[in-house]
C-alpha cells in the first residue's frame, strides 16, 4: 500500500511539473503580435468609453478607455472575433485576421430611441 501511495504521489508530482513548466518554454519561441482600436459612435464619429470588447472563444475582454481606445497583448498570429457591448448601442461582432500587430475602428449605432 505504502508503494501505491507513493508511486502515485511521484506521478502525481511529475504530471504538474511537467504542465506547469511546459507552456512558459513554448511561449517563449512563439512570436505575439498585439491588437489595437478605437470604438466611435456611428453617428457623431464620438469616441465611446466604457465598452466591454471581448474575445470570443476566449476570457480576455477589455473596456475602452475615455478616448475609445482597447488593447489586446500577447496574441498569436491567427483570426479572431471580436464582440463590443455598450449599453444603448447595438452589439457589433468583427472577425479580424491578426498576422501583424494592427489597428482596428469600431463604429456602433446607438439603439433607436421609441
Known amino acids: 500500500m505504502k508503494k501505491l501511495t507513493l508511486s502515485l504521489a511521484v506521478m502525481l508530482m511529475?504530471?504538474?511539473?511537467?504542465?506547469?513548466?511546459?507552456?512558459?518554454?513554448?511561449?517563449?519561441?512563439?512570436?505575439?503580435v498585439s491588437l489595437?482600436?478605437?470604438?466611435?459612435d456611428m453617428t457623431t464619429g464620438e469616441a465611446l468609453a466604457g465598452v466591454k470588447v471581448k474575445m470570443e472563444d476566449t476570457n480576455e475582454f477589455s473596456y475602452t478607455d475615455f478616448d475609445g481606445n482597447f488593447s489586446f497583448e500577447g496574441l498569436i498570429p491567427g483570426e479572431y472575433k471580436i464582440s463590443t457591448n455598450l449599453i444603448s448601442y447595438k452589439s457589433a461582432d468583427m472577425e479580424i485576421e491578426v498576422?501583424?500587430?494592427q489597428k482596428v475602428e469600431v463604429k456602433l449605432e446607438q439603439l433607436s430611441r421609441r
Not at 511537467?18 to 505575439?32: C, N
Not at 489595437?36 to 466611435?40: F, K, R
Open 36 to 40: 489595437s482600436g478605437q470604438v466611435l
Open 99 to 101: 498576422d501583424d500587430t
Open 14 to 32: 511529475a504530471f504538474t511539473f511537467t504542465f506547469a513548466m511546459g507552456p512558459k518554454e513554448i511561449a517563449k519561441d512563439v512570436q505575439t
